[in-house]
Every structure is written in C-alpha cells, then in structure tokens.
C-alpha cells in the first residue's frame, strides 16, 4: 500500500514504523525540516517538507496514488482538513486524528462521512 502520513511527531513516527515493518510504502509530510532530516538520516522512509493541507504539498506526496492518507499532528483542525483535501484529490482513504470528544459524535461523524473522511482516531 502507499501511505502517506500527515505529522512526523510520536504518533505518525510510530504509525510509520509500524507500517513500514509490513512492507508498505510510506511518504511523511510534515513542515519541520530539522525533523524530516532526522527521520531521512536513519530511515528510508520518503518525506516532503511542507504543510499537508496545501494541493501542491499533497501533489508532491502523490497523494492520487495513496491508498491511505493518516493526519495525525496536534492540530485536529489541520487534520480534518487535509483528510478532506487528500480525498478530493484522490486519496482512496483518508483518517484523522481528533482531539475533542464533540468531533467523535455521531452527528459530526455523519458529516464528515459526507466530506469524505473514512476514520477518525483519537489516541488520547
């Protein structure tokens, strides 16, 4: 599968090495430089600089060939937002992480089910 995950902090490193161990292709997006390099120097994970909500930044990822876009930053609003802009520009699924309990009720599922969001997780 080609993965693309939104946020290089501790969830989307550790979603990364754990899909990476199952042999998928993993692209992380991210707009911290000093991290990424990081991340390069000891994986061969692909990473894009940048801010995921943007098109050219999802472009960049190829994001109409991911099987799977994952948003996990802090931000739940950015979050929400590059989901809905990976699944309008292709992105067979998309997931993000939420902070507040008010975006996992079932009326606000409803619709972001009707924007396209596939799953919402929230770790804490």
Known sequence: MNIIIAGDGEVGLYL???LVNS???ITIVDPHEDLLKMIESHTDLMTIMGDSTTISVLQRAN????DLVISVVHDEHINLMTAIMAKKLGAKKVIARVNTMENLSVENWKIYQELGIDGLVSPE
């Open 23 to 25: 042999n998928h292709n």
């Open 16 to 18: 990364a090495e754990a």
């Open 63 to 66: 994001v109409r060939k991911a």
